[in-house]
């Protein structure tokens, strides 16, 4: 079983910053793609970020730029770290786990097989 638990949500003015933190328990994480996803009132989940076990990423096209995902495998954390922040940023954000690789795709953690409870995310 696999247990992600986020952090670092918060408020903040357009042009400001937000790091995301996400701990995981469990076993799968060293060889798995994780990332975030995001969900705003009355739109669908997307894939924001994601980093496969090699290190490679993939970035919606609207943060590409403005956020950057890493990943440390040894202590099982992932974050996101968000600059120049918009008011469309505005959503839930949920740490997110798939088993084997992300295939280039952010999407793929929409349909991740593992997803923390979230963190807020505001931007006025």
């Known amino acids: 079983h696999v247990q992600l638990v986020e952090s670092g949500g918060g408020s903040v003015q357009a042009g400001g910053s937000l790091r995301l933190s996400c701990v995981a328990s469990?076993?799968?994480?060293?060889?798995?793609?994780v990332g975030w996803l995001r969900q705003a009132p009355g739109k669908e989940r997307e894939g924001v970020a994601a980093?496969?076990?090699?290190?490679?990423?993939s970035y919606a096209d609207s943060v590409k730029g403005r956020f950057t995902i890493s990943r440390a495998n040894a202590n099982k954390t992932l974050a996101l770290q968000m600059n120049n922040l918009e008011p469309e940023d505005t959503a839930m954000y949920y740490c997110?786990?798939?088993?084997?690789?992300?295939?280039?795709?952010?999407?793929?953690?929409?349909?991740?097989?593992?997803r923390g409870q979230g963190t807020q995310v505001t931007v006025s």
């Open positions: 980093i496969d076990s090699d290190g490679i990423t």
């Open positions: 997110a786990a798939v088993f084997f690789s992300c295939l280039n795709d952010v999407n793929r953690v929409v349909s991740a097989n593992y």
């Open positions: 469990g076993s799968i994480y060293s060889g798995a793609c």
